[in-house]
């Protein structure tokens, strides 16, 4: 089958590969030269990826049959929408199923609406005045959100980046003046105390299949320290849970994401594509952190790594609307991401650097690579401001596929930042006692 493959990030090199592995003839559409997905598929063009009638025209003339698209910014401007107008079956969900990410005060007002599990307190606050409302209500334990897609880059939580409620307001009116996220608005949300987790699930509109939770790590800095960024790195574990996470606790989050499917089905927006939850498991249980309407960077080299079944036939099942539980087959292995970004990742990020990524060396140690947002000049690889190179670990536990990620990251140098703090021993046994403390109410 020949398929349409949309963005030219890790993410996306993960869904070509799995794409590839089920037989796909692939043709992508990116703004960079992911090395690794030019490699993989039968055509490519360098594009911008927002541009809908140029990529409905590049589909068109490479008579796809099916079409993925990775990143969320395509689907703000209805690409999805474009790609069925013109006849072809797509696995990503329209403009309007997509706000569901690309509108975090739709997310919050459908949540609280349909009254569906796992809704917190939260404000939208549109002027200075309003936001001092909100905090007198809401108390300084928040964080402050742009309702718009920011890349998880401009949310601020009080007590960490923000300090004082003069920090909340000066914040809040940076937000407002230049329209961070795209609108003068802000949802304020009450602080969640927890260990966070996501799921991700193949959809059809009505059918919500689940694939293995998988543990993000958002900050830049070891010890989950710095700026909010894109993500540096994630685990999964054999079986699908977390070390801290108990199977009543999956199936909460899973239920969630299948209320939200059908919410959105009554709202008339039905959802095809993969919809990815995150969750901060609570002393009550999983709560909404947030819903992306695609999968995670980089939660996606993580189950696409493990995934056996046929990508190909799933993600057109999900443009069908026939999905089944056959779709989610996985194998019965841990997996552990790490990202190479480049130096200054999270405040100033080292574009245009020359890394070296020794693919043979890297594949020597068994691990697997993912190129992300660099671009290819002849046979070199460059930085740009994004993060670089995912590189994925899988062995049966969480302990061996770090040790194989962390071996292999060796094969890849230059100016670079690396979080080697994520899925160590000792952050994970961390975690599972931070959680016994938070069940327990120590916390
Ligand atoms: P988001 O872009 O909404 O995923 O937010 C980025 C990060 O901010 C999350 O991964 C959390 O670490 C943190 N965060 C977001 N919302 C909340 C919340 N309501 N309570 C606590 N932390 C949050």
Redesign the pocket.
Known sequence: MRVLAVGGGAREHAIVAALVRSGADVFACLKNKNPGICKAAKGYTLVDENDVPRVVEFARASAVELAVIGPEAPLEVGLADGLRSAGIPTASPSRSAARIETS?SFMRELLSEHKIKGS?DFALVDTTRDLELALDKLGMNV?V?PTGL?G?K??K?VGEHLMTREDVIAYGDEIFSKKIGGAARIVL?????GE?FTIQAFCDGRRVVPMPAVQ?H??AYEGDKGP?TGGMGSYSQKGGLLPFLRKGEYDDAVKIMGDVIGALRKEGAEYRGTLYG?F?LTKEGP?V??FNARFGDPEAMNVLSLLKSDFTSTCKRMADGSLSRKDAEFEAKSSVCKYVAPEGYGTKSLAGEEIDVDEQAIAREGARLYYASVNEKDGKVYTTTSRSVGIVGIADSIEDSERIAENALRHVTGRIHVRHDIAKKSMLDAKVRRMKDIRSGRI
């Open positions: 975090k917190i964080v959100k920011t998880g401009g949310v939580v949300e009450e602080k969640l105390i966070e993000d958002k900050r909010n995150q901060m709560k952190i947030e």
